[in-house]
């Protein structure tokens, strides 16, 4: 079958080459020049803050890979193969800005300060949350496909009522994030958001990481023209860039998040990525897919690509890369001590937080399973 | 307490004398005065919703608001039901109280996954970190003769999923009471305005502060005989049947539930401890319903009090039917009185 790389469709933003070499973008990009001129303000420590990064990221996905593998946790989603677009976009976003991840944003977690251990708990079903967003700006997972596009819209529909874009105050204006995968863009709910963002001009970015496959069906089956081209119908400035190039993913997030806190509205921006493992752990992607396939993405391995920049521009050695790996290990060793650490929460736990009042008949559920339970002779036979 | 069969009542209880603060509102202008206090009282309060603004919803019960607080609190969406509450969902997240308006019961199913997958449990799933204060007003039921999808009642789908609270005003009172008391509360609640009771008119007191439980039931007409539990617009066709079974010598009791989920159980076990019998109104289909819920729990509770087993009047297991035989479908006076029948021949 001939195969070509969806990453050479003319007016798809590159600035690094699969070998890991500075490249112009193509002329057919919009504002490349612009945007070029933008990922060359990213100097060597924050290029190699992003590599870290992405290699701890990485390290944690396949830590969390084994724990699930070794019945750890009942399910993991893996994102390996698109460090670049989480960890490009993610340095893009200010303190101030809103997350909605999906639920394989594992990298923007890590880059947003939040300690990726706590993704944990939803996946060994101790919790269906596990973290506190507020701290973070990082709200929860959320596993129906394409819901939480909505809430960011809305969300940045209210930052828009707080009059929080547009002031020119950077300490002041903000804006949303919300990633999704290309499955996601098939459903009514992230249509609808791009409805929504495209009429109130809310301060939002649809960040879709066209990983190529949800679950066994490719993006073909999700739509029948480039996913970017959607945006433009609903009057959503789009640009599609190569989603496994770390500065071209930072470059077009920061100018998107630019436009949205100066109060110009939404962008939707296509990262084309490859989800080099399988959708979750649940799924056996030899099923469906061709090893001619895995095996030219494997190749195009977005750490190994920036790492080729770094070690030719002299910002990577092996003193660097050992102290990345050295991380990584402390890192990967914290998170199986603690997810051996998290035990199932007290079965009475089931009863807190339905409602934020008193409920009559919660309240009653309650007292009855409390009674049952202390009726066992044995205090712990009724767990 | 006063018999009356037009339902209403006043904090003085004496129906039908208004005091100084009272005035007479049917119940779409009671709900309007309600959402205007909260509009004025608290500036994150804002209403969404298909033609709410200029027009005034298609029953004018935000009629006038747009003009008075602006599009921006009181805003005509895209027509888009799950965008709706996706996006309300997200405003509540950044700090807003969003009341959104489904214009027809029929057309809130394109947002039932997100009123039930996410608005529902995002408070649970965050461990009460994430809260979601969101007000769905739903006009709902049926004798209006509409076309298809303008009269259901699908209360029990929402009343399955933890994390809703759902009440149905049956007075203009309890319209303005309860709008407010929806709207401040921290829960998401579903808010079943009866559509056949708009134009019903009622005492309300605008000046008193929302007071009391929205979620404890009311006796509205005493009786020895039997209870007939109801809510919404079932409570006028339940009070006119005790009326006319008053006519024949049974004094039946009447109950507006008030509030769907949670229910006041307490209340209606009660008036079953004294009566030994009941009966459950309500349009919407009987099979896997609301009355059969309270049917089960009345028979864990009173038992040995019943005389007669519990029974419930409702609409059938069929689609809402054509208007112009959903007289025939819908709980009438006749029906509540041949069940009444059916009880005491037990």
Not at chain 1, 115 to 139: C, M
Not at chain 2, 239 to 251: F, K, P
Not at chain 2, 264 to 286: F, K, M, N, Q, Y
Request: net charge negative; hydrophobic share 40%; charged share 20%.
């Amino acid at each position: 079958m001939p195969w070509s790389d969806p990453c050479d469709v003319p007016g798809t933003l590159r600035l690094l080459t699969p070998q890991g070499e500075r490249v112009a973008p193509d002329p057919a990009v919009p504002n490349g020049e612009a945007l070029a001129s933008l990922a060359a303000t990213l100097d060597a420590e924050r290029l190699l803050a992003m590599y870290a990064d992405m290699s701890l990221t990485r390290a944690f996905d396949r830590e969390a890979t084994s724990l699930q593998r070794q019945g750890e946790l009942g399910l993991w989603p893996e994102s390996r193969g698109q460090e670049a677009a989480q960890i490009g976009s993610a340095h893009a976003l200010a303190p101030r800005d809103y997350v909605f991840p999906s639920y394989r944003e594992h990298g923007v977690a890590h880059v947003r300060g939040l300690p990726v251990r706590e993704l944990l708990h939803l996946f060994r079903g101790t919790q269906h949350g596990g973290w506190d967003p507020a701290p973070h700006n990082f709200h929860l997972y959320t596993l129906v496909i394409g819901s939480h596009t909505l809430h960011a819209t809305g969300y940045a529909m209210g930052i828009q009522r707080d009059g929080d874009v547009g002031t020119g105050d950077p300490a002041r204006d903000r804006a949303v994030i919300t990633y999704f995968g290309d499955g996601a863009t098939a459903q009514g709910d992230v249509n609808e958001a791009l409805v929504f963002a495209a009429t109130t001009n809310a301060p939002v970015v649809f960040f879709c990481q066209n990983n190529q496959w949800a679950i066994s069906a490719p993006s073909t089956v999700q739509s029948a023209v480039p996913l970017v081209e959607r945006g433009g119908g609903f009057g959503v400035p789009s640009i599609r860039v190569d989603g496994n190039d770390v500065l071209a993913c930072y470059a077009a997030t920061a100018t998107a998040l630019q436009r949205a806190r100066r109060g110009e509205g939404p962008t939707f921006i296509e990262a084309v990525t490859y989800r080099m493992g399988a959708h979750t752990t649940s799924d056996d992607p030899t099923r469906y897919r061709m090893r001619e396939e895995e095996e030219h993405w494997g190749q195009r391995d977005p750490i190994a690509r920036l790492a080729a920049l770094l070690r030719a521009e002299g910002v990577l050695d092996d003193e660097a890369q050992a102290r990345i790996d050295a991380e990584a290990a402390e890192l990967t060793a914290g998170v199986r001590t603690y997810c051996r650490s998290l035990t199932p929460p007290a079965p009475e736990s089931m009863f807190d937080h339905v409602y934020a009042e008193p409920h009559q008949r919660l309240d009653a559920e309650r007292s009855w399973f409390r009674d049952y339970q202390s009726s066992f002779l044995d205090a712990t036979a009724g767990r | 307490m006063a018999i009356t069969t037009d339902i209403q009542t006043n904090a003085t209880g004496d129906a039908g004398r208004p005091t100084p603060s009272t005035t007479t509102l049917p119940l779409a202008r009671a709900i309007n005065a309600g959402l205007r206090r909260a509009l004025e009282q608290d500036d994150r309060v804002m209403l969404m919703g298909e033609d709410i603004g200029r027009l005034g919803g298609v029953f004018r019960v935000t009629d006038g608001l747009q003009a008075q607080f602006g599009t921006q609190r009181v805003v005509d969406s895209p027509l888009a039901e799950s965008g709706i509450l996706g996006t309300a969902i997200g405003l509540a997240m950044a700090g807003y109280r969003p009341v959104v308006e489904i214009q027809f019961d029929g057309f809130v199913f394109p947002a039932f996954d997100q009123i039930t997958t996410q608005l529902a449990k995002l408070h649970y799933r965050s461990q009460g970190r994430v809260r979601v204060p969101v007000v769905i007003r739903i006009p709902y039921g049926g004798h209006i003769g509409a076309i298809e999808h303008h009269s259901e009642s699908p209360e029990a789908l929402f009343a399955h999923t933890a994390g809703l609270r759902i009440v149905s005003p049956a007075t203009a009172q309890d319209g303005y009471t309860m709008i407010q008391q929806a709207i401040a509360s921290p829960d998401p609640v579903i808010f079943l305005e009866p559509k056949s009771r708009y134009w019903e008119k009622g005492a309300v007191e605008l000046d008193a502060e929302p007071s009391g439980d929205l979620h404890r039931a009311r006796t509205v007409r005493a009786g020895r005989d039997a209870t007939l539990v109801a809510y919404g617009p079932s409570v006028a066709t339940s009070l006119a049947a005790a009326q006319a079974a008053a006519e024949e010598g049974r004094e039946l009791e009447v109950i507006d539930l008030r509030s769907v989920a949670p229910l006041d159980l307490d209340s209606v076990v009660a008036s079953v401890e004294r009566t030994g019998r009941l009966i459950v109104v309500h349009e919407a289909p009987t099979a896997h319903g609301v009355g059969a819920e309270i049917a089960a729990a009345v028979a864990e509770r009173c038992f040995y009090r019943l005389q007669a087993p519990v029974l419930r009047v409702g609409g059938f297991h069929t689609p809402y039917p054509a208007s112009a035989i959903e007289s025939d479908y819908l709980p009438s006076l006749d029906r509540i009185l041949d069940a009444v029948d059916r009880a005491f021949a037990a």
